[in-house]
T-cell receptor, first 115, second 112 residues
Framework: DTAVSQTPKYLVTQMGNDKSIKCEQN?????MYWYKQDSKKFLKIMFS?????LIINETVPNRFSPKSPDKAHLNLHINSLELGDSAVYFC?????WGGGRDTQYFGPGTRLTVL | AQKITQTQPGMFVQEKEAVTLDCTYD???????LFWYKQPSSGEMIFLIY??????QNATEGRYSLNFQKARKSANLVISASQLGDSAMYFC?????????FGAGTRLTVKP
């Protein structure tokens, strides 16, 4: 069974469109995350979320919004897509909220291409 | 300011030999965690090993070990007996509270 899954794996869309990426974890974890990996392989955290708190990286445009219907899901909505949004987006989850010990487990990634 | 530094963009190692991938970090928080992840060409991020800031002993997981030198703020990954399947990008990461930062990565190539 896949621990952290994302759909779709590939997403190609036009500039200006609105799209969503879904993420589900079956690990029973309390906290989920979204990361963006750019073309130079640099990974940057976008959001950290559990049922208590959402932490947004201040550099993330407000066109990006996480939506969590329940503890096992954290979807990423992107409005008015721009060329610079093209990247691989990773979802991750961890058992606890905060603290240095907590290992994050990653989904397979979604490659978004904006034309 | 850069919190995680991986100074080796690329490394080569002969199959069956050991290799060390460097990682240094910067923090003033006494409690933090250090992680290494592997990203093969297929793209997934695979957790390899974890070291806590208060752990007295270096972490080991199979062929992976973490050379943790707290005073120097370094957390180098040692891969013993390299295999062709070890060829991948390797990322060092540090977690403080809710913040997780990744290094720029090191591309390891294992030669037959």
């Amino acid at each position: 069974d896949t621990a952290v899954s994302q759909t779709p794996k590939y997403l190609v869309t036009q500039m200006g469109n609105d799209k969503s990426i879904k993420c589900e974890q079956n690990l029973g974890h309390d906290t989920m995350y979204w990361y963006k990996q750019d073309s130079k392989k640099f990974l940057k955290i976008m959001f950290s979320y559990n049922n208590k708190e959402l932490i947004i990286n201040e550099t993330v445009p407000n066109r990006f919004s996480p939506k969590s219907p329940d503890k096992a899901h954290l979807n990423l909505h992107i409005n008015s897509l721009e060329l610079g949004d093209s990247a691989v987006y990773f979802c991750a989850s961890s058992q606890d909220w905060g603290g240095g010990r907590d290992t994050q487990y990653f989904g397979p990634g979604t490659r978004l291409t904006v034309l | 300011a850069q919190k995680i530094t991986q100074t080796q963009p690329g490394m080569f190692v002969q199959e069956k030999e050991a290799v060390t991938l460097d990682c240094t970090y910067d923090t003033s928080d006494p409690s933090y965690g250090l992680f290494w992840y592997k990203q093969p060409s297929s793209g997934e991020m695979i957790f390899l090993i974890y070291q806590g800031s208060y752990d007295q002993q270096n972490a080991t997981e199979g062929r992976y070990s973490l050379n943790f030198q707290k005073a120097r703020k370094s957390a180098n990954l040692v891969i013993s007996a390299s295999q062709l399947g070890d060829s991948a990008m390797y990322f060092c990461a540090m977690r403080e509270d809710n913040d997780m930062r990744f290094g720029a990565g090191t591309r390891l190539t294992v030669k037959p």
